[in-house]
């Protein structure tokens, strides 16, 4: 197991490795995956390279990125959201009903799940957690989830399996939001702590395929297979334990550390490698994983109260139209990627196809900023008003694997129509202060979401998007009433317009999440989130 030091020491040689480019092939999740190899066979041990360091592991922070990527391999969750069909599969729940009106579900649980501590999953235990997830505690520090839970009205066990859920007004996405990673389910023994307490690696207690073993605070964690381990998700390869004997997580900041660590065979996987190591890895022999969780794209998100300039639906519209998202594919990312085709995942149920009616359109980008009475010009090509010029200062955002260069190309792209966007660098704290100011126009979003229902929820009155509009919140409700189906589809579709029509968000690239695996390890898939589920997974000869 290589040194932290070694790892950092590894980023010079990384970056000195000649790669040989390959135009290499696609699946249908945004990359070519893992093929061929012999029969599963149990052990083996791998390293898994993380870009940041791990945050804290209590149930609210499960979903930050770092931590998410050991906590998945952890905790399981009542019910499992399949991204390859969007539907739902039994896990700690084996069953489920719900009432027409979406105000009360039954699930039925396993009676042969333990946690890690030895004690038993049962229907107390799951009511205690769901009563964290939707109240909270304020005075141990422990948040409510929301908006998941906003209608969540209580729980109780109906049996010696079975534990009844009551919503205060229908919602029905709340089934699915149950197989979000934050709701995973802990022990007794966790949830009788506070939150720094909770937030203690060792101290997760869950039911999943691998058990905490050891740190290195700041640098590296080791998870080791859970012995007895036998309730996956119902869309689980296997049964039984999992293959792997344990996963070394090791943070490795930089890009270049990445691959070198990768191609010289001292780690076995990696999350976010460059963009521009994607397809020489693939070349080698690696496995590529274009994960695209389900949820909203990618996008630029403004905020129409910000300033008088952008609060002008034209100068909004300009910046949607003046946007060529084909040409960030190109320009920025490859063919592992693929522009947004509207504002939710195209593997998202409820995904409707609006992409082309808002599309790149420069000529219409000037009729608009024209009509808005932007009409001279700077010797620089920037539009005037009142010797004012049309220029916003933009933070490219810190949580995206080529935020400098996409950021840099859109304002490329404006400047043709004669909108400048002055790129401000900026580090992740200074970036969060700074989009959360209400004068700060624009922000970067790609939400990942086990229903759609869970993705504009900031745009309802009064919220923090500066939209105040009853037609709007109703699309919102309806979208929260009504099951899948053709008229929750239309809700979907109906509310992206609105949103895209007012110009409050432009859709850019769909969300991704990418995974380099080595040749010979096998099994690996990205779960509904994108994040990396190693239970299935195994190491060939």
Request: glycine content about 6%.
């Given at each position: 197991m290589p040194a932290p030091t070694l790892v950092r020491r590894l980023a010079a040689v990384a970056a000195g490795l000649i790669l040989v480019t390959s135009a290499v092939a696609c699946g249908a999740n945004g990359g070519s995956g893992a093929g061929g190899g012999g029969q599963p066979r149990s052990g083996g041990d791998i390293i898994f390279l993380e870009n940041g360091e791990f945050a804290g592991f209590a149930?609210?922070?499960?979903?930050?990125?770092?931590?998410?990527?050991?906590?998945?391999?952890?905790?399981?969750?009542?019910?499992?959201?399949?991204?390859?069909?969007?539907?739902?599969?039994?896990?700690?729940?084996?069953?489920?009903?719900?009432?027409?009106?979406?105000?009360?579900?039954?699930?039925?649980l396993r009676t042969d799940v333990t946690f890690s501590d030895g004690s038993r999953l049962t229907p107390e235990v799951v009511v205690a957690n769901l009563n964290h997830l939707g109240f909270g505690d304020t005075a141990r520090g422990i948040t409510p989830s929301r908006p998941q839970f906003a209608r969540y009205a209580g729980s109780e066990p109906i049996g010696p399996d079975k534990v009844r859920i009551r919503l205060s007004a229908p919602d029905t996405g709340f089934l699915n939001n149950l197989g979000d990673l934050r709701h995973s389910i802990v022990a007794a023994s966790t949830l009788a702590l506070g939150y720094e307490q909770a937030s203690e690696l060792k101290n997760a207690i869950g039911s999943g395929p691998f058990v905490f073993a050891s740190e290195k605070p700041g640098s590296e964690i080791k998870i080791v297979r859970r012995a007895g381990y036998n309730w996956p998700p119902g869309t689980a390869d296997h049964t039984g334990e999992a293959y792997l004997n344990s996963i070394t997580y090791i943070i490795s900041s930089e890009g270049a550390s990445r691959t070198g660590l990768l191609l010289s065979g001292q780690a076995h996987a990696a999350r976010d490698v460059l963009i521009t190591d994607e397809k020489q890895l693939q070349k080698r022999g690696f496995h590529y994983y274009g994960a695209r969780p389900f949820g909203g794209v990618r996008d630029l998100e403004i905020n129409p109260s910000a300033n008088p300039v952008i609060a002008d639906p034209r100068v909004r519209q300009a910046i949607l139209h003046g946007i060529d998202r084909n040409e960030l594919i190109t320009g920025v990312y490859n063919d592992n990627w693929v522009a947004a085709k509207g504002l939710v995942q195209s593997n998202t149920p409820g995904f409707v196809d609006i992409g082309a009616e808002y599309g790149f359109d420069p000529a219409r980008a000037n009729r608009l900023l024209d009509e808005a009475g932007w009409t001279a010009k700077g010797a620089d090509g920037i539009r005037t008003k009142d010797g004012a010029r049309l220029s916003f200062r933009v933070y490219p955002e810190s949580q995206w694997v080529v935020p400098i260069?996409?950021?840099?190309?859109?304002?490329?792209?404006?400047?043709?129509?004669?909108?400048?966007?002055?790129?401000?660098?900026?580090?992740?704290?200074?970036?969060?202060?700074?989009?959360?100011?209400?004068?700060?126009?624009?922000?970067?979003?790609?939400?990942?979401?086990?229903?759609?229902?869970?993705?504009?929820?900031?745009?309802?009155?009064?919220?923090?998007?500066?939209?105040?509009?009853?037609?709007?919140?109703?699309?919102?409700?309806?979208?929260?009433?009504?099951?899948?189906?053709?008229?929750?589809?239309?809700?979907?579709?109906?509310?992206?317009?609105?949103?895209?029509?007012?110009?409050?968000?432009?859709?850019?690239?769909?969300?991704?999440?990418?995974?380099?695996?080595?040749?010979?390890?096998?099994?690996?898939?990205?779960?509904?989130?994108?994040?990396?589920?190693?239970?299935?997974?195994?190491?060939?000869?």
């Open positions: 149930q609210q922070d499960l979903r930050t990125w770092q931590t998410s990527s050991v906590a998945v391999n952890l905790f399981d969750r009542l019910v499992y959201l399949d991204p390859e069909t969007g539907k739902l599969a039994p896990w700690l729940a084996t069953a489920w009903t719900v009432n027409d009106a979406a105000t009360e579900i039954e699930l039925t260069p996409d950021a840099e190309l859109i304002a490329i792209q404006l400047a043709r129509v004669g909108i400048q966007f002055e790129i401000v660098k900026v580090d992740r704290s200074t970036y969060n202060a700074q989009v959360a100011k209400p004068d700060n126009p624009f922000s970067w979003g790609h939400t990942t979401a086990t229903d759609v229902n869970q993705l504009w929820n900031r745009y309802r009155s009064k919220g923090l998007g500066g939209l105040n509009d009853p037609a709007f919140d109703q699309l919102l409700d309806t979208i929260k009433a009504v099951p899948v189906g053709p008229r929750r589809t239309e809700a979907v579709g109906a509310a992206q317009r609105y949103l895209l029509d007012n110009a409050l968000i432009v859709p850019l690239q769909e969300t991704q999440q990418s995974f380099v695996t080595a040749p010979k390890l096998q099994g690996f898939v990205p779960e509904t989130l994108g994040r990396s589920y190693f239970y299935d997974a195994w190491l060939d000869d």
